[in-house]
C-alpha cells in the first residue's frame, strides 16, 4: 500500500516561490509513477506534472511549464514540486498522486492513491 502526506503549502504573494513535499510513508516508493494535481474550488482537479518511477522523465501541464519542477528522491521515498513565479490563478489544493507505472500518467482518473492535499495561495 502507499501513503502519501502532503506538506509545503502556505500563503504567499505573485512571484514568490514554494515548495511542496509528498512523502509515502510506507513500504517502497519503487515502479510508482508520482503526480501532483491541483484543484481550485469549483473546478475541477487537473494535471500540473508527473515524474517516472526512475526519475528520468517528467511532464508538465503548459500552465506550468518553465515555473514548476518535479522531482523525486526514492531512497526518502518522497517527491516534490518547485514552484517558482506563482501567480493568483495557481491558487488550489495541490494533490500528490501516485501509480503503479513505469511510464508518465497524466490521467487524473487512473492514478491508484492520493494525499490530502496541502493548500496554496497566491495573493496579488
Known amino acids: 500500500q502507499v501513503q502519501l502526506v502532503e506538506s509545503g503549502g502556505g500563503l504567499v504573494q505573485a512571484g514568490d516561490s514554494l515548495r511542496l513535499s509528498c512523502a509515502n510513508s510506507?513500504?517502497?516508493?519503487?515502479?510508482?509513477?508520482m503526480g501532483w494535481f491541483r484543484q481550485a474550488p469549483g473546478k475541477e482537479r487537473q494535471f500540473v506534472a508527473a515524474?517516472?518511477?526512475?526519475?528520468?522523465?517528467?511532464n508538465y501541464a503548459d500552465f506550468v511549464k518553465g515555473r514548476f519542477t518535479i522531482s523525486r528522491d526514492n531512497i526518502r521515498k518522497t517527491v516534490s514540486l518547485q514552484m517558482n513565479g506563482l501567480r493568483p490563478e495557481d491558487t488550489a489544493v495541490y494533490y500528490c498522486a501516485a501509480k503503479q507505472s513505469t511510464v508518465i500518467v497524466v490521467s487524473t482518473g487512473a492514478y491508484d492513491y492520493w494525499g490530502q492535499g496541502t493548500q496554496v495561495t497566491v495573493s496579488s
Open positions: 510506507r513500504r517502497t516508493f519503487g515502479r510508482y509513477t
Open positions: 515524474i517516472t518511477w526512475d526519475g528520468v522523465r517528467a
